[in-house]
């Protein structure tokens, strides 16, 4: 399965984004980097690192993130471990990692996963 | 300057922007998280921590760990970028134990293109680009005047300055600030004031 890592300036929204993955994909590999290194507000370079460590596969893995510094340091990271199948991807970071959760469950590859997260960018709620 | 020299740089900024921390983030708080001078100070701190086992090495090496205890260190946007900055001027200093003002103004424009690659930034967004762009081009023109190396970088310091009066004047179209857009003008930026103390450590230096 696709590996997912979810990456937020907050643990508890990190964390909140896993648990809403889980009712409908529980049994999906998902990793959360949520706040800096001493679980203040921020980003962390190392738990972005062991997040992506933990669900690795070589079937891939996306990132999804909040905001600003997150997408540096998981750029640098990503850059840094030198992967070719880790994607950082623009999207809703809940409602992405709640389309990607479900697709690489139920055994999409890493392409079909991205597309899954991606499309929550566009996608009307009603 | 060599590389004692730029060790006691180092640790000159670390007193700097510990002195400056709270004004730092207060500056923050007014148009976004409010993390910067607190951040900026724990990565400092970090980085004097390590400072006693680079006496030996190169500058380019002694750089290049200052990037990577930025990036690991500071938790916010501060991080990935001062640590790109560094990064990128430790590449260009690689071995060197000597720097010059040539090798100088070239980590410095390194620095800039790493920040504006890694912050998809330009100038004019009200960021530290505002700051280091200006002082980059006023380096290089005093630079080409053949002044001594200290009226060099204070000339750089001097288009800081005005650099970060300018942020005053537009409002933030990147980073957390621009979720305030046109009610951040007024707010002088962070990231632009802490550029400009770190150059002045450096100008003082010479």
């Known amino acids: 399965m696709v590996g997912i890592v979810i990456v937020s300036h907050s643990k508890k929204l990190a964390e909140g984004v896993l648990d809403a993955t889980k009712i409908m994909a529980d049994g999906c590999p998902i990793a959360v980097a949520g706040g800096a290194d001493d679980g203040s507000y921020g980003t962390s370079y190392e738990k972005i690192c062991n997040a992506v460590d933990t669900v690795y596969s070589e079937d891939g893995v996306i990132v999804l993130v909040d905001m600003g510094s997150a997408v540096m340091t998981t750029e640098m990271v990503i850059e840094d471990m030198g992967y070719n199948n880790v994607f950082l991807l623009d999207c809703p970071l809940a409602e992405g990692a709640i389309a990607a959760s479900l697709s690489s469950f139920c055994g999409d590859d890493l392409e079909t996963v991205k597309q899954q997260a991606l499309s929550a960018k566009t996608e009307a709620k009603w | 300057m060599n590389t004692k020299t730029i060790l006691e740089i180092l640790v000159?900024?670390?007193?700097?922007?510990?002195?400056?921390?709270?004004?730092?983030?207060?500056?923050?708080?007014?148009?976004?998280?409010?993390?910067?001078?607190?951040?900026?100070?724990?990565?400092?701190?970090?980085?004097?921590?390590?400072?006693?086992?680079?006496?030996?090495?190169?500058?380019?090496?002694?750089?290049?760990?200052?990037?990577?205890?930025?990036?690991?260190?500071?938790?916010?946007?501060?991080?990935?970028?001062?640590?790109?900055?560094?990064?990128?001027?430790?590449?260009?200093?690689?071995?060197?134990?000597?720097?010059?003002?040539?090798?100088?103004?070239?980590?410095?424009?390194?620095?800039?293109?790493?920040?504006?690659?890694?912050?998809?930034?330009?100038?004019?967004?009200?960021?530290?680009?505002?700051?280091?762009?200006?002082?980059?081009?006023?380096?290089?023109?005093?630079?080409?005047?053949?002044l001594p190396a200290k009226a060099v970088v204070e000339a750089g310091v001097k288009a800081a300055r005005n650099g970060v009066e300018y942020t005053k004047t537009i409002p933030a179209t990147k980073g957390r600030a621009s979720y305030i857009g046109e009610r951040s003008i007024g707010h002088q930026d962070p990231g632009a004031t802490s550029f400009t103390y770190l150059l002045d450590v450096v100008a003082k230096a010479l």
């Not at chain 2, 760990?65 to 990064?87: E, N």
């Not at chain 2, 060197?96 to 980590?107: E, G, P, V």
Request: some cysteine; proline content about 1%; glycine content about 10%.
């Open chain 2, 12 to 146: 000159k900024m670390h007193q700097k922007i510990e002195e400056e921390k709270d004004f730092l983030t207060e500056l923050d708080n007014a148009i976004a998280d409010g993390d910067h001078g607190i951040n900026m100070a724990k990565g400092f701190a970090v980085v004097e921590s390590k400072l006693s086992q680079l006496q030996e090495q190169s500058i380019g090496a002694v750089l290049k760990t200052v990037g990577m205890t930025l990036v690991s260190a500071v938790g916010g946007s501060a991080g990935p970028l001062y640590g790109t900055a560094f990064m990128k001027a430790g590449m260009v200093m690689a071995d060197k134990s000597i720097m010059d003002m040539n090798d100088f103004l070239a980590c410095m424009k390194a620095a800039v293109d790493g920040v504006m690659m890694r912050g998809r930034s330009v100038q004019g967004e009200k960021t530290m680009l505002d700051a280091m762009i200006p002082a980059l081009n006023a380096m290089e023109k005093a630079n080409s005047e053949d």
